[in-house]
C-alpha cells in the first residue's frame, strides 16, 4: 500500500500551522478527528512538538495514517485511534482538538453529534481549531465554493459546505466561545473556538 497523499493538505498545512502556533502554545494533548490521510498530523507534530497529537479516524482511514507516523517516527504521535462520530469518544481528556475538512463530508446529524460529544471530551479551558469552506449568511463565498459543493452533493446529498451560523449555535451551546474567524487560503476559514469552563 503506498501512502496517500492529499495535495490540499500540502497546500493549507502552512497556514494552518501559523495558527496554531500560537493558538495550541500552551496545550498538551491534542485529539484531531478525521486525521484523513495523517499528512497534517506529520506536519503539526514535527513543528509543535510540545504536543501529543492523538490521530483518529474512521477503521478504513488508519493503515494510511499509520503510514505517515511510521515513516516520520516522531515521539509525539501514539497510533491513530479508531473514532466514528456515530459511536463513543476517546476517552482521554483533550486540552484541544483539531478538525479539517470535515463538517462538508459528514451528514448534520453527525456535525451535531461532533459538537454535542466535545463537552465531555475537553479538558477546561480547551481549544478547538475546526478549518474548512463556510457560507455564511446562507451565501457561498465564491464561485469556486459554490462548484465544490454541488460536487460534494452530486456525490452524496447529504455532503455540503456548512452555514457558520448554524455552526456558531452548535458550538455556542456545546459551551465554546469563538475567539477568531480566520481567512484561509482558497476560500477556507480557521475557526477557534476556547470552552467557557
Not at 91 to 107: R, Y
Not at 187 to 192: A, F, G, P, Q, Y
Request: glycine share 6%.
Amino acid at each position: 500500500m503506498e501512502k496517500p497523499y492529499s495535495p490540499a493538505c500540502e497546500r493549507n498545512r502552512k497556514p494552518i500551522l501559523a495558527i496554531l502556533r500560537e493558538r495550541f502554545a500552551s496545550r498538551r494533548h491534542i485529539l484531531e478527528v478525521g486525521s484523513g490521510t495523517g499528512q497534517h498530523a506529520v506536519h503539526f507534530a514535527a513543528a509543535l512538538p510540545h504536543l501529543v497529537w492523538q490521530t483518529s479516524d474512521r477503521a478504513e482511514n488508519l493503515p494510511g495514517i499509520r503510514l505517515w507516523l511510521d515513516e516520520a517516527q516522531l515521539p509525539n504521535t501514539p497510533a491513530p485511534l479508531t473514532f466514528d462520530i456515530n459511536h463513543a469518544w476517546p476517552e482521554s481528556p483533550f486540552d484541544g482538538v483539531f478538525s479539517a475538512n470535515t463538517l462538508h463530508i459528514m451528514h448534520w446529524p453527525e456535525v451535531e453529534k461532533l459538537f454535542a460529544g466535545l463537552p465531555a471530551t475537553l479538558s477546561p479551558k480547551a481549544m478547538v481549531v475546526i478549518y474548512g469552506p463556510f457560507n455564511y449568511q446562507g451565501r457561498f463565498t465564491s464561485t469556486s465554493n459554490a462548484a465544490f459543493d454541488a460536487s460534494l452533493k452530486s456525490q452524496n446529498a447529504e455532503m455540503g459546505i456548512r452555514d457558520f451560523e448554524a455552526v456558531f449555535e452548535l458550538a455556542s451551546a456545546a459551551g465554546l466561545a469563538l475567539l477568531e474567524d480566520h481567512a484561509m487560503p482558497a476560500n477556507n476559514r480557521c475557526l477557534v473556538w476556547q470552552a467557557t469552563s
